[in-house]
DNA sequence: TCAAAAGTGTTGCCGGTACACCCATGG
DNA sequence: CCATGGGTGTACCGGCAACACTTTTGA
């Protein structure tokens, strides 16, 4: 708003109030598959829905940071990556009351949280393509949190948020052909992703996968947060 | 929020109110300048000072309605590009209150809107290189605004949203020259625009720009709009 | 007749995509 | 010794970028 400084009741609408909250669509990677951290109410009403993680958004934060606090109070996590997704508003979105939410997404290493927390919350991994109708707009939330990832994924490597710290680049396969839903050419992404030269090789293999085991390799962060902040282009894929 | 259909004092925050607001960073584009259309104070507080146009939220409309309304009454235009940019909600943002704005850009035909509007309600358009500071965080709306315009530009083609409906090649190419601050290759850039096949040839001249004139063409909005949903790419320049 | 903008093709290069076989190892 | 997944190279093709001259016409 365009005013400061005046007394409330000046320029501040003395309207009806309308509530701000954030609701969270988290996003992990675990043996393979896609997951979203759900959550399930144990008590009336709705016992037995499914819904987002939320919360409202207290008068000394931020979205993010209320965001941020919802995903910490939950996972243990903090630090990860998490990104406003849009803002959900309409008048007839929650019947209970004039609420807004500024819905977030977030990509986290799944063996990293604290998984007792997560089932003291009545929290849940659904596979993506196996969840089931959550409560209010949630559904549309997450097909919207899915396209975004969907196009974040095609022109930054940020796979490796979803990754434990270590991974091998089969992993990094099969999570983007996980978040694309397709079959990917081993020979032709190996390339490209080792022609972004963001990954530290080490001397390291993981043989959990396969016989031969397939080498370690961490995720250059600070190089890429250099060349993101220059506008270089990471796509790794033109269509 | 994950709650409904139970009275307000059980689980809405009885917490300070939180006041939800909107902004318009609305782009035009005349004379080959690319502009932006900002308010300026003609009272206290804050007389003088440039401010993007917003209103709150009403509680009977959504944000997006809300943006709507507040570019309708100052430029009479309606259904044009209206987008969510994305919410501004630091507590410090706005000193006179707890206010947060979910701030939307627009693009419109400078030459379509009320020109009285505009000017009754103390509006001015600004070359965006040449706009001073404006109040609050709208600076940074801005800054957001332009980058997120020129990501779409590399994208899709919106220059039609800014220019006439009728328009010239060349009027197209300065708009993209205006809005990524660099020269293009005339050759490359109409060659690239036309294999689109989205501009409809018009047997009619503009000769306001030069003694030969330029071939007016307009836009195939429907085919457009069909193309999109199949997710074609529209990219206009790589880099 | 000239100034000023509109319009037009070709070529090299880079990067994307398609495609099939050998390697290492544990069981 | 064999089944399983890891790892590698090449050839074609399309699209991007670089580049200069002719056309039209009003003044």
Redesign the pocket.
């Known amino acids: 708003m365009e005013n400061s400084n005046v007394p409330l009741n000046d320029i501040y609408a003395p309207e009806k109030r309308i509530y701000v909250a954030t609701d969270c669509i988290i996003f992990g990677f675990d043996k393979g598959i896609l997951k979203l951290l759900v959550f399930e109410r144990r008590v009336e009403p709705l016992k037995g829905k499914l819904s987002l993680i939320g919360s409202f958004v207290k008068p000394n934060e931020s979205a993010y940071n209320a965001a941020n606090r919802v995903l910490n109070e939950i996972t243990g996590l903090d630090k990860i990556f998490l990104e406003e997704l849009k803002t959900y508003s309409n008048t007839d979105r929650d019947p209970g009351a004039r609420c807004i939410s500024i819905a977030h997404y977030a990509l986290i290493r799944i063996d990293d949280y604290d998984k007792e927390l997560v089932a003291k919350h009545d929290a849940i991994w659904y596979e993506v393509d196996k969840l089931p109708s959550l409560v209010l707009d949630h559904d549309l939330m997450v097909e919207d949190a899915l396209n975004r990832l969907r196009r974040k994924a095609r022109f930054y490597p940020i796979g490796f948020e979803l990754l434990p710290k270590k991974f091998?680049?089969?992993q990094f396969q099969t999570l983007y052909e996980a978040i694309f839903q397709k079959k990917l050419?081993?020979?032709?992404f190996?390339?490209?992703l080792m022609s972004l030269k963001l990954l530290i090789p080490l001397n390291e293999k993981d043989?959990s996968?396969?016989?031969?085991?397939?080498?370690l390799y961490k995720f250059d962060y600070k190089k890429y947060k250099r060349l993101e902040q220059q506008g270089y282009n990471f796509?790794l894929?033109?269509?």
């Open positions: 091998t680049i089969p050419d081993t020979r032709n190996r390339k490209k043989k996968a396969s016989k031969k085991g397939a080498f796509s894929f033109k269509n």
